[in-house]
């Protein structure tokens, strides 16, 4: 799914998009958001030619295999919607006309904090299509080190994209327990009734969850889903989901605080999770 690093300036969210599309041998374009990029910039335009009375379709950033959209947030909220469709349905409408993006399609994007100077908060519709949201933080201190001393990396391709498809297609196949099922819904059924969140996990994000708890299990040689999978994924498919209400905003409380004690709250499912 498409995945959103959040972080301050300077921690390697831009080197670590552009690794990415190196390592993955998909097709890649870079657009670096401003207040002055255009919705056309993402999705294309037609260019009328006189000589033949035509139309001509010029591609935009956005018809490629792995969009890295980097400091999305300082670009306006008219050209962030452009986003919407693609990274929803794969597609991508100009002037009434429906094109297909390539196959796989993932969008890979960075941004600020929020309150950074000339950022745009994102709309919580588009939040919702990104499968997670995570950050780098600081490197420990071996970890700099280490990097100051090597210096540069030359980054080869380890996967084509027809094994990422194939992968895809694996982790779909892998079987999930009724428990485990009830398990996720019941997270979310929990999101929705506290009162330190005005908007619990949509059915989106149940599909997220589910979807993300089985690529644990398959990256962990597995073919079936166990509570822990879900453990390992929640907080970064979850958190950015969901929106605090007044009373939690007043108490200080953090998105990650409130979803820790629903997570925990909920007990874990029992019995032979392999079927």
Known sequence: GHVLIEDIPGVGKTTLALAFSKVLGLSYQRIQFTPDIMPTDIAGFSIYHMESETFEY??????????????????????QSALLEAMEEGKITVD??????????????????LGSIGTHTLPESQLDRFMIRTSLGYPDMESEVQMLMQGSVDLTEQISAQELKKARKEVKGLF??????????????????SRDLELGISPRGTI????????????????????????NVFFE???????KSKEARIQKKTRKEILKDIFYKIPLPKGNQKG
């Open 96 to 113: 009434g006309v429906t094109r297909d993006l390539p196959d796989p399609y993932i969008v890979l994007a960075t941004q600020n904090p």
């Open 237 to 243: 498919t979850i958190e950015h989901r969901v929106i």
């Open 176 to 193: 999930v327990h009724e428990d485990i099922i009830r398990y996720i819904v019941e997270i979310a059924n929990e999101t929705r009734r």
């Open 58 to 79: 010029r591609e935009g950033a956005a018809m490629t295999n792995l969009l890295l959209a980097d400091e999305i947030n300082r670009t306006s909220p008219k050209t």
């Open 208 to 231: 997220a969850l589910l979807s993300m708890a089985k690529a644990n299990a398959y990256l962990d040689g597995r073919n079936y889903v166990i509570p822990e999978d879900i453990k």
